[in-house]
């Protein structure tokens, strides 16, 4: 093949590159689990061959369907994996986390809550309890279930989405509201908004990301995969 062929793959990867996510060739070489020369030689049609492996690590990264790589050196067109070509039926059983990871801190606040509740209705056996007792209560235990629920739908992303996405339209319909949140104000949790960052990411949705960020993200979406 000609150094033209290679040079326009190059160019075709800097782009997907971007529009995925990885804002860097260090990005995607962790994704890849390569050397971050391979990637910049691909880029910038430095070479006119790689192995195999390489090229179908690199299409899966993109979200390219298999042998695009080749398609695009012979003058085609790449073709995106969506959840439509990878079942064209259209049946895609979204994956569903069998449990979550509660920290301690999540833990005590439930029970936290739960003491609470007792505790006030002990204060008023056989008397009215106070509406602002009560309303205290519920937002604790709104902020609690909130805060675990959001865990499981991060879970989901984690589970059913990728770097750059994209999620099946079952799976986007469904959580929607929470990928819809912004990941940069509405909340004073700084924690809570880094996890907004994640979960669009994850969904291909548009986030601003550090390179810093982009590679913690993708470090926690291997291990989480593995």
Known sequence: MQEDDWTRLGRYVRTRRKAVGFATARALAAEMEVH????GNIERGARDSYN?????????????????????LDGGEPTVRTAETSNPLGVNQPLEPKDLRLESAQVFEFLRVT?????VLTSN?????????????YDELVAAVTDLSREYITRMVELNGRPGGPLSPLVEF???????ESPYIGTPDDRELIERKYRRWLAGRNVE??????????ERWRRSAG
């Open 36 to 39: 971050e020369r391979t990637i």
């Open 52 to 72: 195999a492996s390489t090229l179908t690590a690199l299409e899966g990264a993109l979200g390219w369907s298999p042998g695009d790589t080749g398609r695009i």
């Open 209 to 218: 990301l550090t390179p810093a960020e982009e590679l913690m993200f993708g």
């Open 125 to 137: 056996a056989g008397n009215p309890i106070d509406w602002n007792d009560v309303k205290s209560i």
């Open 174 to 180: 469904a959580i929607r509201n929470y990928l819809d």
């Open 115 to 119: 003491e609470h509740f007792s505790g």
